[in-house]
């Protein structure tokens, strides 16, 4: 992974101004280049404008809320989200998932906790300095689709390609590096955010959904992710 540079333009969207201002002070003490706000408005035209390659975004905003503002980011733009959200808003987090969101955090976290989450995010959607050696090794084929893990890129039987949200890609590949063997929702949880989840918690089944529409596999008959009823997922397809 290389290391963090002020190119790597962060935007942090927070009402609050005491956490905006604490995590701005962070990130730029990690050498990233940091801008930030307390809304919305015009949010996607200043990523675009300001080439930002990761939104910090507080679901709870004055005026357009986070989930508003991420429909419309990924609308327009392949920026990296990551929701910052209330303890108990697991149904807003499974709709930021729904919507296109790569990740999300609950409050109270550390800023540490954070900065790995964005680092590994900004890993993946900015484009990396390339070896074609190295970029080879992270081709995963199978049944004429293509996984390239170091852009998060999936690419079609028809060549056409589209890049994952990160919980999409991580739980693509979790799924395909174990080919043939059920996988836990817990497991797949692990794989995907790397923290203590509920029973309840559905961010599973929704990003499964995604993954089979994206791979036009139908839900009633799939033919690449399968479900064990009561046990969890299991990727079936052939890997070249």
Request: net charge negative; hydrophobic share 35%.
């Amino acid at each position: 992974m290389t290391a963090p540079t002020e190119q790597t333009h962060i935007l942090i969207v927070e009402d609050d101004f005491a956490s905006r201002s604490l995590l701005v002070s962070y990130f730029e003490n990690e050498g990233y280049r940091v801008s930030e706000t307390d809304h919305g408005e015009s949010l996607v035209q200043r990523v675009l404008d300001e080439r930002i390659d990761l939104v910090l975004l507080d679901i709870n905003l004055p005026g357009k809320d986070g989930l508003t503002l991420t429909r419309e980011l990924r609308a327009h733009s392949k920026v990296g989200i990551i929701l910052v959200t209330s303890k108990g808003d697991e149904i807003d987090r499974i709709v930021g998932l729904e919507l296109g969101a790569d990740d999300y955090v609950t409050k109270p976290f550390t800023p540490r906790e954070l900065l790995v989450r964005a680092k590994n995010l900004i890993w993946r959607v900015t484009d990396q300095p390339g070896k074609a050696e190295t970029r080879e090794k992270h081709l995963i084929q199978f049944e004429g689709w293509t996984l390239d893990c170091s852009k998060r890129l999936l690419e079609s039987p028809e060549a056409v390609s589209e890049r994952l949200p990160e919980g999409e890609f991580k739980l693509l590949n979790a799924l395909i590096s174990r080919r043939g063997q059920v996988l836990s929702r817990d497991q797949l949880m692990d794989a995907i955010h790397d923290r203590e989840w509920n029973p309840n918690d559905r961010s599973v089944d929704v990003l499964v959904g995604r993954l089979r529409r994206k791979l036009n596999d139908n839900p009633l008959d799939p033919h690449f992710i399968l479900t064990a009823h009561g046990a969890g997922y299991m990727f079936a397809g052939e890997i070249d």
